[in-house]
């Protein structure tokens, strides 16, 4: 059995997969391609790679690697996974799928004409408080949902200095793209309207071109309304370097649920206090966590031949959804979706 996989792209979260390929037991970790040639070969050499190159057409040109992980920049997935599809290998692709519709249509339509999997890192969808939540509402703990407001922001950090491409993305795209396909899939159900407003002028005013923030009212084929909050402007001083709320509200219950300040540990250092998150996990050869789970997920199904977490389809119809939610906050009054 084939076994090897690879990583293209070796950044902020690219290093989460080769985390997980390191540590599963029947992969055999083949390649890490980055552009920057010195961060290809440290995240190589930690994590146990073969090799490290900036080549991606060396990286597809190895029949023993039957399998790559794209965590290009979001607004560049679609050139490395068409070249991958080409070449024959099964695909996991960082959310957002794509930044474009036009984009996740063509990678959807190789991937499906060359017979191979395409799975996209929603991996929200294996973080036991969202699992744990939509199994409560499929038993009917909570009645039915009527309300939800969903909160993922981060620090202003993450933007001026954690990713070098921010300008060409936004919190929406970073973070909304997580809570608007894991709250659609807790529901088990789709939107059908939204109202969006959105600011900026801070994170220009430090050299950033993207919005501040987005903040979505969202209307769903079942009647349930959701509030979407998500800001690249936290301070520098908050005590995690994101804040994650989701909460549910029913006819006969509620759900609550802290994905950042749960306090499962606290760290207090002579400089700040903080919140250090459990659930990822931290890096390190051992401990597992739901990001890496959801990397787990698609290895086995590649070398077992099972279902992918999230499709191609989810990542498109997630892209639909963020387009039109920018053309509602660019045109200031609701719009219909249709995904």
Known sequence: MKNGFALVGAGLFGERHAQAYSRHPLVDFKYVCDLDEARAKRIAETYGAGKYTTDINEVLADPDVVAVSIATPDHAHRTATLAAVEAGKHILVEKPLATTIEDAEAMIAAARKAGVKLMVDFHNRANPPMVA??????????????????????????????????????????????????????????????????RDGVLKDLGVDAPDFHVATVEYAKGTVAVFEHAWILPRTYNTVKDLKLEFLGSKGAINIDGSHNRTMELYTSEKGSFPDMLVPPFGPHLTGFVLDAVVHFVEAVLHDKPVLATGEDGLANTRIISALIEAARLGQPVQLSV
């Open 133 to 198: 939540a939509r199994d409560a509402l499929a038993r009917g703990d909570i009645g039915k949902p009527s309300y939800v407001y969903a909160r993922l922001s981060n620090t202003v950090a993450v933007p001026q200095d954690m990713l070098k491409w921010s300008s060409n993305s936004s919190a929406l795209w970073f973070l909304g793209s997580h809570m608007i396909d894991v709250v659609g899939w807790i529901l088990d159900d789709k939107p059908v309207r939204a109202y969006v407003v959105s």
